[in-house]
């Protein structure tokens, strides 16, 4: 081989590598912390099991959310209309949260069954409602809130 | 009467865009200097008319004007006038035409400074400027008219969205899109480069600036997007890598690649393809972040609307404009120099080296964005990208970006030894672990991320400082303005560098629950909260908290955070109350209201060095608007002859050769 093949040759496998090792690292750091979203009711079929990080979206079940008294916890039930599932966060909730309002919970399930979230988003506009939550209420069949005007 | 003079403006403007998009690239062709001394006044022209919209659209938010949908949608009459201004561009239609006049500002700005430019040169610059132009005149006539009339006449309009009423969004976008059409003029000198059909270093030393000032304006438009979020959003965060700011961080991405090929480019000759195909790439992004915004596929607050005409037409302008452009790019690349050789130890190499971490980071934030709509559309399920993913790969693939930065100004072009840089350089590095640990012990952060973010800092900016010294010592005069400007964005790194390690480490945050008379404490810091209070503004009234912060028993400030209710929507709005501080911020919002006793959650934070991280921008914008007004670029005259043929004669055999022409 000439010295110039040569230098090539090395060229070439120092790119494959560093593109295998990146695109290693890229598909891993991917699958680690790529959240899937479902609803109380895609929880259900999927038959998520304790321990499971995701994201759970949903109505905020008008009536149900109790507040502790001396901590920041909250209780609340978020639902598709067809199943419910029991969430329970600590912390400050967004300024939209609201009974009756579409939000995004993610968390953890625990193994008593309820959903504990770390952080729970309401968007930044009174008649949002997140795509993913408009998209599993239309799936169950409901009639969604109309926008008003916009 | 404004709506249909402003209509009209922008047909008129659509008119001149054609005429600029056609007329001057014939002219070009056949080599008539009539048909390409019309590129000018077609450029100004399509200039004035859009500006004149962008005017009546203003007269119609000043005047309240709400038979226009627009503005019947995006202002209110209790709006304070200055944020009846900025809602013009608060919403979808508006900042759509923002976006066209910034273009046809830059085109106007190519048309004055860029005079010594050869004619036909400019013609085509323009040109392809008009046919941009032309897409995005399309799109705001036809998909997001801000002059479309509202019948009858709205009494009121429905108020701009809260979070977007602050100083900071009055000149976030129009920064932020000043950067990304700045990269339309990158784009338009190589694709007036390749319909030359001559393509030589000249073109990159014409382009340079231009492309220098769109990256400054783009790092200060994201940098600004970041602070506003920080302060408005009342989470303290600083970048939460949201799909969002994703898309303005591409082109960024993109674009320091491209100012740091361009200057092999044109110092050396090599990596001409590259620097072309990076000018492509970085419009290209500045598209697709202006359609992952606009189209409604993603969720945020600056997804203003969901409408799929507009994401499909888009997409479908989108895929003329780079495919169009690689068309081009694949006809001329056979016939592109190659420029000269240069050794695996060269600054061409270290170059190399940045661009290649630059395209791998840029690779990563796509596919992270990307990930989510592509599984959605194959039927993976629904999925998010979290914020570890970014943030760790992002770490990873800078590390070696931030201790390869201090090498390259002192490294040679062409072929270096190890020798030289470490008789350089060895010093400085010792110095650096000394002196960034110290600086950790005697101004914060912990952990293993605060250590190397310290060192690296200390590395980046006394290395700077090192070149500095050494320009000054061997020139005995400043040197030229796009080596300060170098030095002081290299610093901006390490500036940065130090707010991120020790705000990400050592800042303090709290949520709790507090009664009046209550407090707490964190750090050296005790916040006491005395109750809230009713307190109304101009279209807001509002809850205001009253906290006592002191430090060893003595007051420093007593911030007043605001829990404010928007009487036009109705919204509630959280207004944090921040005591700024170049060392720490102190940074107070409230929660809600627990009980009838007046107590409140709140969420307190202790934010060290927090204000670096946009210092460090602000050093890195101000370099590039340094850098893009060296002298050198002003110096362009057509008998400039230095093209990368009388280079090839002089690379030397026994190089790691490049491809022969």
């Not at chain 2, 059409?181 to 480069?193: K, L, Q, S």
Request: net charge neutral; with cysteine.
């Amino acid at each position: 081989m000439t010295p110039t093949r040569k230098r090539r040759l090395f060229a070439v496998l120092f790119v494959l590598l560093g593109v295998g090792t990146a695109t290693g690292m890229l598909v891993y750091a991917l699958s680690d912390n790529a959240l899937f979203f479902y609803t109380p009711t895609k929880m259900a079929e999927e038959q998520v099991a304790a321990g499971t990080k995701f994201r759970l979206g949903g109505m905020v079940l008008p009536g149900s959310v109790k507040r502790d008294t001396q901590s920041l916890g909250v209780h609340f039930v978020i639902t598709d209309n067809d199943a419910e599932q029991d969430v329970f966060y600590e912390g400050i909730l967004p300024d939209l949260f609201r009974e009756g309002q579409g939000v995004i919970a993610s968390g953890i399930l625990r193994p008593d069954g309820k959903f504990e979230a770390t952080q729970v988003l309401a968007k930044h506009d009174e008649n949002y409602m997140p795509p993913e939550v408009a998209d599993a209420l239309r799936e169950a069949g409901h009639e969604l809130p109309t926008e008003p005007g916009v | 009467m404004l709506g249909e003079l402003g209509q009209f403006c922008l047909i008129a403007a659509l008119l001149l865009a054609v005429c600029l998009g056609i007329v001057p690239l014939w002219g070009a062709q056949r080599r008539d200097s009539a048909l390409v001394g019309t590129a000018t006044p077609l450029t100004w022209g399509l200039f004035l008319f859009t500006f004149t919209a962008f005017i009546l659209l203003t007269i119609a938010f000043v005047q309240n004007d709400f038979s226009l949908s627009y503005v019947a949608h995006q202002s209110n009459s209790l709006l304070p006038l200055g944020y009846r201004i900025s809602a013009v561009w608060g919403g979808h239609e508006g900042s759509l035409l923002l976006w066209v006049l910034m273009l046809t500002m830059w085109a106007v700005a190519v048309t004055i400074f860029s005079r010594s430019l050869p004619p036909t040169f400019r013609a085509r610059v323009l040109a392809v400027i008009g046919m941009v132009s032309t897409g995005f005149l399309l799109f705001t006539i036809f998909t997001s008219n801000p002059f479309g009339r509202l019948l009858p006449a709205a009494a009121d309009g429905s108020d701009l969205n809260p979070l977007l009423q602050d100083p900071g969004l009055i000149i976030h976008p129009p920064m932020l899109y000043t950067g990304y059409v700045g990269f339309a003029i990158a784009f338009a000198f190589a694709i007036a480069a390749l319909l030359e059909g001559k393509i030589d270093r000249q073109w990159v030393r014409w382009s340079r600036p231009w492309t220098l000032a769109a990256w400054s304006f783009l790092t200060a438009g994201i940098a600004l997007g970041s602070w506003w979020a920080y302060y408005e959003l009342g989470w303290g965060g600083w970048w939460f890598w949201d799909p969002v700011e994703n898309a303005s961080f591409m082109p960024w991405l993109a674009g320091t690649a491209l100012i740091h090929s361009q200057a092999v480019t044109e110092k050396r000759g090599a990596f001409i393809n590259w620097t072309l195909l990076l000018a492509i790439l970085s419009f290209s992004l500045s598209l697709l972040g202006t359609f992952l915004v606009r189209s409604g596929v993603l969720t945020s607050v600056h997804a203003f609307a969901a409408d799929p005409t507009r994401g499909i037409f888009i997409l479908i302008f989108l895929g003329v404009v780079v495919g169009g452009a690689l068309l081009l790019y694949t006809f001329r690349a056979p016939r592109l120099p190659t420029g000269t050789a240069f050794g695996w130890l060269s600054r061409e190499t270290l170059l190399l080296v940045n661009n290649v971490f630059f395209a791998c980071a840029l690779g990563m934030v796509l596919l992270g964005t990307l990930y989510p709509l592509i599984a959605d559309a194959l039927n993976l399920g629904k999925i998010s990208v979290g914020p570890p993913y970014f943030s760790l790969l992002f770490t990873l693939l800078m590390a070696p970006i931030v201790l390869i930065v201090p090498f390259g100004p002192f490294s040679r072009w062409k072929s270096d030894s190890w020798a030289h840089l470490k008789k350089e350089l060895l010093p400085t590095a010792v110095i650096s672990i000394g002196l960034g640990l110290l600086a950790m012990w005697m101004l914060g952060g912990s952990g293993v991320r605060a250590v190397m973010g310290w060192i690296g800092a200390t590395w980046l900016i006394l290395g700077s400082l090192l070149y500095l010294v050494r320009q000054i010592k061997g020139r005995r005069r400043l040197p030229p303005r796009s080596e300060i400007g170098m030095i002081l964005a290299h610093m901006g790194i390490g500036i940065y560098l130090i707010g991120v390690s020790v705000v990400e480490t050592s800042g303090l945050e709290r949520d709790l629950r507090l009664a009046p008379g209550e407090s707490t404490q964190l750090a050296e810091y005790s916040f006491r909260f005395d109750g809230t209070a009713p307190a109304q503004g101009p279209n807001f009234i509002a809850e205001q908290g009253s906290v006592v912060v002191s430090k060893d028993g003595r007051d420093i400030t007593t911030l007043q955070p605001e829990k404010r209710r928007y009487l036009a929507t109705g919204m509630v709005m959280t207004e944090a109350s921040i005591d700024p501080g170049l060392s720490r911020d102190l940074y107070v919002a409230l929660g809600e209201s627990l009980d009838a006793d007046g107590a409140w959650s709140l969420r307190i934070y202790v934010k060290p060095f927090v204000r670096w991280i946009w210092l460090g921008a602000i050093f890195m914008l101000v370099g590039g608007f340094i850098a893009a007004a060296d002298r050198r670029y002003k110096q362009v005259s057509i008998a400039a002859d230095d093209t990368i043929k009388s280079d090839k004669k002089a690379a030397e055999p026994g190089l790691a050769t490049a491809e022969s022409l």
